[in-house]
């Protein structure tokens, strides 16, 4: 039997982080690419008020998904935590076992952070982690089932906060 419990960590959405991502994908040049952008947009907002929580250190500004210019050009929802590296936050819609990974958020990442949206959008589950040098370089996709829990991201930050009692 595995010891090691996978627990979905619950971050809500507020009106700010939607206000966010509505800004950002009506700048967009079609409805399919607005969509992408908008849920990248949330993913990478509740990582980051999530890390806020454990008083990890995270940059939002400094993120390429923060950047219009960014956004327009490519599938990128990084989260900067500076002086460490970028985070992949990856979308994950209800009933997906997989995360396709795009070809821009291959490199140059500590790891992979899924991310499960409810059906109104008012919160996700934080499913798990991956650390990229897990994946293998000919894979661009991760089984949901296969994602590490949370308490493995942790362990990858330097000076990582204890984890609250949850």
């Known amino acids: 039997m595995n010891s090691t419990k ?25 409805p399919q690419k607005g969509k992408q952008t908008y849920l990248n947009t949330l993913a990478v907002y509740a990582v980051h008020n999530y890390l806020k929580w454990l008083q990890i250190e995270s940059d939002l500004s400094s993120s390429d998904s923060w950047h219009l210019l960014e956004q327009t050009l490519f599938n990128v929802a990084d989260l900067v935590l500076p002086n460490i ?52 370089p000919d894979s661009q996709q991760i089984l949901v089932a296969n994602l590490q829990p949370l308490d493995t991201l942790l362990d990858c930050l330097p000076d990582a906060v204890a984890s609250p009692a949850l």
């Not at 996978?6 to 079609?30: C, G, P, S, Y």
């Open 6 to 30: 996978k627990i979905a960590q619950k971050v809500l959405l507020d009106r700010e982080a939607h206000a966010i991502a509505r800004r950002f994908a009506v700048k967009q040049a079609t």
């Open 85 to 136: 590296g970028k985070l992949e936050c990856c979308p994950v819609q209800p009933g997906e076992s997989a995360i396709t990974l795009p070809l821009e958020a291959m490199e140059n990442r500590i790891g992979y952070v899924a991310v499960q949206f409810s059906n109104c959008l008012n919160e996700v589950k934080l499913l798990g982690f991956m650390k990229a040098t897990a994946i293998s």
